[in-house]
């Protein structure tokens, strides 16, 4: 009997339509256009703006286009899981919300905190229940709306991170494209260097905590830099060795859009040319879960089936990992 594998199917997104650029941001805090380009690569970030709207709201509505693109039923799905560090509420899971915000009710769903490698860690869980062939078709959801737990009076933290949710369909197949392999890890020493101080239950919330400003994203920004440039090189090279892959075999890098130094490095690493890195930053910020789901979303067209892709994340936790697979279609009208 042929192996299964689970293979990305279709890929839906959203996107706020405010953009924050970096101009604008200079008024708000001591930060230059100059300075965000040089240093980090980003031009603007979208913001949820709009009153009442949470990561569940734009998450549902990436999973809607993905239902339509993929003329799928929402009772067809299986399961959702949605990778968030920004969910709608503590509990329950976000993905339940986005589950009945599109009318998937015969399913069950669960959240995946692993900060900026969700994606990744999220897609690593649910090929499992496709290859297992107890489902036909898991959705993962990337979704954050960083804007909310970010201090845009803290330089360091405002101008890297921006709102935005993407998903894919997997379905199996038995042919020689979907999840390949894939190589997760974490290292809980990180979490010293990279969190939101307040707001669990080590630190509940209080009059103090708002206060002092616990409830922000702090980050030392040197100490995630160096673990991140190493980690996500290492592991992007590490699946490219295990399987014998050279550079002219990859068709595409997609890494975690944080840094485009940690990118630039990631790639050098795994001596591919830049016009094999799919690079969104600029455009988008940082999106935590979502920068991986969405760089898929925003060069599906240019995807063909049998291209090997690598995907690589680096997050809070420290989390890191890579996934290799084999595209699975085609672009549309090919």
């Not at 993905?66 to 299986?78: G, H, P, R, V, W």
């Not at 997760?184 to 206060?211: F, Q």
């Not at 050279?246 to 990118?263: G, K, T």
Request: glycine share 6%; charged share 25%; proline share 3%.
């Amino acid at each position: 009997m042929a192996k299964i594998r689970a293979a990305i199917t279709g890929v839906g997104a959203y996107l706020p339509e405010y953009r924050l650029t970096n101009d604008e941001l200079s008024k708000m805090v001591d930060t230059t256009d100059e300075w965000i380009m040089k240093r980090i690569g980003i031009k603007e970030r979208r913001i949820m703006k709009e009153e009442g709207k949470a990561t569940s709201d734009m998450g549902a509505e990436a999973v809607k286009q993905l239902l339509q693109k993929t003329n799928t039923s929402a009772d067809e799905i299986d399961l959702l899981i949605c990778a968030t560090i920004t969910p709608d509420m503590p509990f329950p899971a976000t993905a339940n919300f986005i589950a009945d915000k599109v009318g998937i009710h015969n399913s069950w769903s669960f959240d995946l905190n692993a900060a900026c490698s969700g994606f990744i860690f999220a897609l690593s869980t649910a090929s499992q229940f496709i290859e297992s062939g107890r489902y036909k078709k898991v959705i993962v959801v990337g979704a954050d709306m960083m804007s909310s737990i970010i201090n845009y009076n803290d330089r360091s933290t405002c101008p890297l991170f921006g709102d935005a949710a993407a998903a894919v369909m997997l379905e199996p197949t038995t042919d020689d494209t979907g999840i390949v392999d894939y190589i997760n890890n974490v290292n809980g020493l990180g979490r010293y260097h990279l969190h939101m101080k307040a707001g669990g239950s080590l630190l509940p919330a209080s009059l103090e905590t708002i206060r002092d400003e616990k409830h922000f994203v702090y980050q030392e920004g040197q100490a995630v830099f160096k673990a991140a440039v190493s980690s996500m090189a290492d592991v992007a090279v590490e699946i490219m060795k295990k399987h014998n892959l050279a550079s002219e075999d990859i068709a595409w890098l997609v890494p975690h859009q944080a840094n485009m130094r940690i990118i630039e490095a990631t790639a050098r690493r795994m001596e591919i040319k830049k016009e094999q890195v799919m690079i969104n930053i600029q455009k988008y910020g940082n999106t935590t879960a979502a920068t991986i789901p969405l760089c898929l979303w925003d060069f599906e067209k240019q995807l063909k089936k049998g291209d090997n892709v690598i995907l690589a994340a680096f997050g809070a936790g420290f989390t890191w990992g890579s996934v290799y697979l084999k595209w699975a279609y085609d672009p549309e009208g090919n």
